[in-house]
């Protein structure tokens, strides 16, 4: 049956004298040589941000692209084809998935799919590209694929004093020329978010938070592996793509400068988790923040590099200074501005106990 329904997937890139195989009682299928061929999946499936596949992948003989895609009639279409490349030779804009399959091995796939298209497809379709001389040349073997539903995780973010919960479900590129689609934000438990490889993800609030000059920020962060950046970002816009803006991102660690963002010291160091706290407010500009966005920048040759954690974030208000004035009580909101630039220290605040009678000076400090 399956022999029968393989129709060619892509008439000028397949070689019409392999055919598919089914080894392990139909539970795999195998490529030899040249192929680019689908099946009728049989019925009409969704794929949406719920959804993962798992498969097994083998790779026995390496060519130029071997590739799983869902698509709508089994025709190669660039609009309504997905593929997911698990080895390949040769540069391709696909969803490449990480890390590569290599010779001699089967590696097992779980991937979030969902989170990289959605979309509604009747053919599964499998790519062995080989353009060299040898076209019976490439052997690749896909078995146990299966398509599930699950539920995305959450992150919870303290929030002055409640819980939030962020869904990792709306994780999506905060800029498609910087992030890599198919590295996905982890979520190692519920007040923790990993980044592996390239990325610049966000995620949305369910419901905006205020930022305002006051406004503080708390996380611990554990770096792994370094790369050029490693940045928390808060996007005071309904844009994501904002996080570029002065001063949205604060950065604990990183090999390169970026004059946007601001520098968390001291750094940490690869196999340490250091404590940050922050006057987030003194610099986002004030309003509803919209989005979360985590960036780990890595532009080298091989973007799987790099691995960072952010975990227990909270957002808090600095306590307002309280003064007797002529025996009234009176508040003031804790913006604090550098008074004498010349002479002072930016970094440094003082720090007003949460009673708020009571006020400290540490450091060299020029501050209203």
Request: charged share 20%; net charge negative; aromatic share 10%.
């Amino acid at each position: 049956q399956h022999v029968a329904s393989q129709q060619r997937y892509n008439g000028g890139e397949d070689s019409t004298s392999h055919r598919l195989r089914f080894p392990d009682n139909g539970a795999s299928i195998q490529l030899k040589g040249n192929m680019w061929r689908s099946l009728p999946l049989g019925t009409d499936v969704t794929i949406d941000v719920g959804t993962n596949i798992d498969f097994d992948f083998t790779l026995t003989d390496l060519r130029d692209v071997h590739a799983l895609c869902f698509t709508v009639d089994g025709y190669w279409d660039s609009r309504n084809t997905r593929c997911l490349v698990t080895a390949n030779t040769q540069s391709w804009s696909k969803y490449n998935i990480f890390p590569k399959a290599q010779v001699g091995e089967t590696r097992h796939y779980s991937i979030p799919v969902g989170l990289f298209f959605t979309g509604t497809f009747n053919y599964i379709s499998f790519i062995l590209d080989n353009d060299t001389s040898c076209r019976s040349c490439g052997d690749s073997t896909w078995s146990n694929v299966e398509l599930s539903q699950v539920e995305r995780p959450k992150l919870s973010v303290q929030v002055y004093g409640a819980t939030v919960e962020l869904d990792s479900a709306t994780q999506v590129s905060a800029d498609d020329g910087q992030d890599t689609k198919t590295h996905v934000l982890e979520f190692p438990d519920s007040t923790s978010v990993t980044m592996k490889g390239n990325t610049a993800k966000s995620l949305n609030f369910t419901e905006p938070i205020m930022i305002n000059h006051a406004t503080d920020i708390d996380f611990d962060f554990t770096l792994t592996e370094l790369t050029e950046v490693h940045s928390i970002c808060i996007i005071t816009d309904t844009d994501r793509r904002r996080y570029h803006h002065r001063y949205h991102c604060f950065t604990p660690a990183g090999t390169q400068a970026w004059h946007n963002d601001k520098d968390l010291l001291p750094k940490t160091e690869v196999g340490e988790t250091r404590h940050y706290h922050y006057p987030v407010g003194m610099y986002v500009p004030e309003g509803e923040a919209f989005y979360l966005v985590f960036l780990q920048d890595n532009d080298s040759s091989d973007r799987s590099t790099g691995e960072c954690t952010f975990s227990n974030i909270e957002f808090t208000t600095r306590p307002a200074l309280k003064m007797d004035i002529l025996g009234v009580e009176t508040p003031f909101f804790n913006q604090q501005f550098a008074y004498g630039h010349h002479q002072d220290t930016s970094t440094n605040l003082m720090q007003v106990e949460q009673a708020g009678n009571k006020i400290t000076l540490k450091g060299n400090i020029w501050k209203a």
